[in-house]
């Protein structure tokens, strides 16, 4: 019974095959669908009865391409594509059709992506820019003693700055705040006297404070005329301003400042200063980081500026994003190129240069306005498991990368695609927006993955042996039971041993020649690309039989465990011979014998005829090995000599009479194209020469080499002369070498003579046969014992 139970669950296995080398879905060995159509590329086949071969594993998991060629049926190929299904997809508004700030403007509204792991998807955007779409403009204003004539002006051209706007945009709101700087010290004065004037005694002024939100949004001109009218110039110490704690407060003030949600927020800040930044409160002992937080009292004063730091650039931009503002940057020239580069940080911010009184605010806040809104930029915010590629922007003119659009205009319809896709599956469905800078119109697009199958069971549900669930053509096992029909216990320590002694090849000692798994004592084959792998261990494969031009077998037969089994007709040990004869036999009219392969000189191997050996051990020649063993070459020499060359044994005449069937040509420079060749000696300069030549129809075509090949013979006055050269030139090469010997040896004498010649060495006592030329005497006479003389 168990011997039954093993054969059907080998016949009807699933397997894991391996088509390609590296393939990731075979490697996956997936037990279910939902594991597979999880790997990027892989499909699930889910016919149940796709294996065929008792101990080889074929995968249901696999490249689709070789899920077809494993004669998978196509409508059992579970392989779900990535897509995008438009949601609420309203038309974009007509210019001046719509209430105001209620167009639409981006296409579609809504959506859903369903993302399958390492397929991705494109998505389409459309936007277009609506008339009168609601304008807040805040005006934030440096009130240092530098800014004086600046605040004169725009007193006078309050009235003018509200109805400019209008006639840009029906729904416009206008605020106005004020900074100077942080009110410790070194950026202001403490002394209490300049605390309460900290301009000269004879002007005085308003004390310092960081911001004041003077006016909030409100659509009425005539406050904001009022407002500007009511503030009065301050002043501080240094030169840098607290401008990005006013930005700060300006921007995360949302209800203080009353920025509506459904409008363009434009920010005009106005200085003639460059700015404080994170750090730079460390001078005046603050040194807790600026929090982003709102801190306006309700009289509109920040009330936390001598309490935290100065906003990092980064930290403001970040907030500058999150609440879609646009600033507006009029500086004048001393600090525009500072301001240019803090444009360049923040998306969709204009910085132009204010005229030394600000006469030309109007005009900058205008033109600064026309060129963001002629900016179309879109952002993309979502999970970081979500990745954003491809991003084009297809413009009026142009289609260039990124999602910017530059010089759109009111009416215009812009297009931008990008690419969504994910490495891995999502536990759950995932949100993603889609904005434009400076408006309230978003894209929400939600994502789900798609790593689940939608089988059609076609046959009544598997039991799998009580051990598992059946699910797409195949059985998903309990933990501790595997198999096709989950028959193997793994626990049972006594049945895997006894499996494994199966599946051992006795030879190498190796389990399953390790291409293969062992389950239930039987070795199941691995498969991979191109390649099959059988036999009882596994020990066998499609791939090590002899090729031909790199083909298994010649691809006219089956690779069985590395011997070609050729196809009827072949054979060879890589079924590179043909049994075919009918292009061994001669069907020419001069045939010696058309009934016998190769004229009976010969034996047909492969199609091709091999010509015995006669007397004497020359072959027959010829395809048919029609030309009988003789020196063929000698046949033909004198009609080849004499037509070419003029010599041999036939002049002139006889060589027209009995040369008429040659046709001979001297070769230039091309090769010839006869297949039999042969090289003569002309006798009479005993050169050789080479030839080609072939029969037809009864004439003899003849290729000659134009050069002839002779021998080199040396001239004997050359060689005697060459002697008596050599004998003369040893003898004085002799002569020579004893001079020159000689010489060295008589300098090296000359020398040493020389040295012991300047270095002499001298006896220091007296000679011995000198003698003095005194001589002394003693006078006997003479008592006192001296001498009498000295001679």
């Known amino acids: 019974m168990k011997e039954y139970i093993l054969c059907c669950f080998l016949m009807c296995s699933l397997s894991l095959v391996v088509k390609g080398a590296n393939n990731a879905c075979t490697e996956s060995k997936a037990k279910s669908c939902g594991e597979c159509i999880a790997l990027p590329g892989c499909a699930w086949c889910q016919a149940a009865d796709y294996a065929d071969n008792p101990n080889v594993v074929i995968s249901r998991c696999d490249l689709p391409e070789n899920l077809l060629s494993e004669k998978c049926p196509p409508e059992a190929i579970s392989n779900p594509q990535s897509k995008s ?32 792991p390492g397929d991705p998807v494109n998505i389409n955007l459309a936007f277009k820019q609506a008339e009168d779409y609601p304008v807040d403009l805040y005006y934030l204003l440096d009130l240092s003693k530098s800014m004086e004539d600046d605040l004169e002006k725009l007193r006078k051209l309050g009235q003018q700055l509200g109805q400019k706007m209008q006639e840009i945009t029906r729904d416009f709101r206008l605020g106005f705040g004020s ?5 410790v010290s070194p950026y202001i004065s403490t002394v209490p006297a300049r605390l309460r004037n900290p301009c000269d005694d004879l002007s005085p002024c308003q004390p310092t404070y960081s911001f004041h939100n003077d006016l909030p949004l409100t659509p009425k001109i005539e406050s904001f005329v009022t407002s500007v009218n009511n503030v009065t110039h301050s002043s501080n110490l240094d030169n840098p301003e607290g401008g990005l704690d006013a930005m700060m407060q300006a921007i995360v003030c949302q209800q203080s400042i009353k920025w509506r949600k459904d409008a363009t927020h434009l920010l005009v800040y106005s200085t003639d200063a460059s700015f404080h930044y994170a750090g730079d409160g460390k001078l005046g002992g603050i040194v807790f980081p600026n929090d982003g937080k709102c801190y306006l009292s309700n009289d509109g ?35 525009i190129k500072t301001y240019k580069n803090l444009q360049k940080m923040i998306p969709k911010s204009v910085t132009g240069e204010l005229s030394g009184d600000s006469s030309n605010i109007i005009d900058l806040i205008q033109n600064a306005y026309n060129d963001l809104k002629g900016q179309v930029i ?59 800078y400076g408006y309230n119109d978003r894209v929400n697009i939600t994502v789900t993955s798609l790593c689940d199958c939608q089988c059609n069971e076609t046959e009544a549900a598997h039991n799998c042996s ?55 004592g039987q070795c199941l084959c691995m498969q991979e690309f191109e390649k099959k792998i059988d036999g009882k261990y596994c020990e066998c494969d499609n791939t090590t039989c002899d090729r031909v031009s790199g083909k298994i077998c010649n691809n006219l037969g089956t690779c069985n465990c590395g011997n070609c089994e050729c196809n009827d007709g072949w054979k060879g040990k890589a079924c590179e011979c043909t049994l075919d004869t009918s292009e061994c036999f001669d069907t020419s009219s001069d045939a010696i014998d058309s009934t016998q392969p190769c004229n009976g000189n010969g034996e047909c191997e492969c199609g091709v005829c091999s010509c015995f050996s006669g007397q004497g051990g020359a072959k027959f020649r010829g395809q048919y090995c029609q030309t009988k063993p003789i020196v063929i070459c000698d046949i033909h020499r004198d009609c080849i000599q004499c ?37 003569f000696t002309d006798q009479t300069d005993d050169c050789s020469f080479q030839v080609y030549f072939s029969e037809k129809n009864g004439t003899i075509y003849v290729d000659v080499e134009p050069a002839k090949i002779c021998a080199a013979y040396a001239n004997p006055m050359y060689i005697i002369i060459g002697i008596i050269a050599a004998i003369v030139g040893i003898g004085l090469a002799i002569l020579l070498i004893w001079k020159l010997l000689t010489s060295i040896k008589d300098a090296r004498e000359f020398k040493n003579f020389q040295k012991e010649s300047q270095n002499p060495k001298w006896e220091g006592g007296e000679n011995p046969i000198f003698k003095k030329a005194t001589s002394t005497f003693r006078n006997p006479m003479y008592t006192g014992g001296k001498p009498s003389a000295n001679l």
Not at 179 to 183: A, P, Q
Not at 475 to 500: M, N, R
Request: hydrophobic share 30%; net charge negative; with cysteine.
């Open 643 to 679: 037509k070419a060359f003029h010599t041999g044994n036939y002049n002139d005449a006889e060589c027209e009479k009995n040369c008429q069937n040659y046709n001979v040509t001297i070769l230039g420079d091309e090769a010839s194209d006869y297949d039999q060749d042969c090289r």
């Open 85 to 116: 299904v438009p949601g609420q997809n309203n038309e974009l508004s007509n210019v001046g059709e719509s209430e105001v700030g209620k167009a639409t403007q981006m296409k579609p509204q809504t959506m859903d992506v369903y993302l399958r």
């Open 179 to 183: 900074f100077i700087d942080k009110t």
């Open 301 to 335: 004063n920040y009330f936390k500026a001598n309490e935290m730091d100065y906003p990092s650039i980064g930290h403001l931009v970040k907030k500058i994003t999150d609440h879609n503002i646009q600033p507006i940057f009029a500086v004048t020239s001393t600090v």
């Open 466 to 520: 009580g051990h598992g669930k059946y699910e797409c053509g195949a059985c998903v096992c309990d933990p501790g039971f595997t198999g096709i029909d989950c028959f193997c216990d793994q626990k049972d320590l006594k049945g895997v041993e006894s499996y494994l002694i199966n599946c051992t090849d006795p030879v190498t000692g190796v389990v399953c020649s390790d291409r293969g798994e062992c389950q239930c």
């Open 378 to 436: 879109l952002e993309v915010k979502g999970p970081k498991e979500i990745k954003v590629s491809e991003q084009m922007a297809h413009c009026q003119n142009s289609t260039m990368e990124g999602l910017k659009c530059d010089g759109v205009k009111l009416g215009d319809v812009v297009n931008f695609t990008f690419t969504l896709s994910v490495d891995t599956c999502l536990p759950e469905p995932v949100e993603l927006y889609v904005t434009p």
